[in-house]
């Protein structure tokens, strides 16, 4: 199978609900065999005796309490989805629907507590169905009954987690841990220096370009390894034309091949990059930062306007940015073991991730003296704990902020106030007191 489709089989796999149900229908089918062979085995050996013994169940009793479990397990099965489906509206709504497929339907949590419920139900059922006569089978009617109690404490565990898991809170951490470990992988070396510039041995112009050829999509993963594979075999060097997020269009340029790299076949080229719908976060450092950035700028929104929030999605971005700009964002040359260059491959710089940080939320949170602090916090933050040559850029950030608050606060104060680092957006005494200066009666005045 080839490197692209089975990158998009284990992506949809991470992101499919319906799965772990699936698996717990097999494993169902093996497991009611074995506790049906214990029962069995149990009888033979006059352990237990089907009609009284064990738990000592009548024929009534046992099948009452089956239907109770048969009924609980449909009845959470069904306030689940529901409200899964409500809960993916509200957060899509409210957040941003970038969540839904990287956050809400890749949660364990959810998809293991469904699987559970319908291992209990296909279980409960098949117990009852083999109920006959006078035999009570007590084995496999205890198993039933133990997993409907454990089904009642999955069921009021998953109402608390999912209360929590939906905050605003929790939805920036798990996006902000998704950011860290795609930096951690594409970037997986510390920086005390600006990157040396090196000069390129690519010729001037390529001697053939591989255009996409199939259905428009994204750009989801691509198989480095493979690539600079490849273009060692041919003695050539290839360049991907796009970075990992970028649309494609059929026939729009995707592989640039330099010297003998131009005889290697296009459907090889092909097979190393993988296309879909969505962005996904296993190599696009950038889609976190976009993430949590649609959660600010909707949280900014007049419709919403909750800015708390946004400085909560803030808080993720600082962290992101602190360790983007504690790495190496190597060169978009690779090369082989010998050191021959084989693959060009752009990926994003630190002005790139300065920006999509900054700007929009500047520009959609300029009338909020809360983010113009918590901005500004962050900033000078940064300035303070990463190296030297990060520095322009988060100087420059700074500069457009002052501008930004001069052009939308009228008074005096309120662009004191607005100038004034707080990471907790507003809500620092200290900062009140740079601004606000006591008299002699034990009053205020203003500065």
Known sequence: MRWN?????KSYIRASLWLVPFFSVLAYMVIHRITYGIGGWLLRTGRIDETTAF????????RSGLETIVTLNLSFLVFTFGSLLVAIQVAGGQYTPRIIATTLLRDNAIRFT???????????LRVLSRMGGQIVHQFNTFIAGVLGLVSIVVFLYLIDY??????????VQNVGKSGIAVIQSVYPESTTRPRPVESSHRPASPDRTVAYVGTSGI?????LPGLVTQAKQANGIIEFVPQVGDFVAVDEPLFRLYGAAGAIDDRQLRAAVALGSERTVEQDPTFAFRILVDIAIK???????DPTTAVL??????????????RQLHSEEICDAAGKLRL????PNWEDFVHLTCTEIRHCGAGSVQIMRRMRSMLENLMQTLPQHRHAELCQQLDLLDRTIDGNYSFSEDKALARIPDPQGLGGTLGVQAVIEPTSEGGGRDK
């Open 5 to 9: 489709r089975r990158y998009v089989i």
């Open 55 to 62: 738990l000592g169940l009548t024929m009534e009793g046992a």
């Open 313 to 326: 999605a803030i808080d993720q971005l600082h962290r992101l940015l602190r360790l983007v700009g504690l």
């Open 114 to 124: 469904v699987g559970y419920f319908v291992f209990t139900l296909l279980f409960a």
């Open 219 to 223: 750009v989801l993963a691509v198989d």
């Open 344 to 347: 060009v491959f752009r990926t």
């Open 162 to 171: 999912a209360a929590r898991f939906l905050r605003p809170v929790s939805i």
């Open 299 to 305: 949280a900014l929104s007049p419709a919403i306007n």
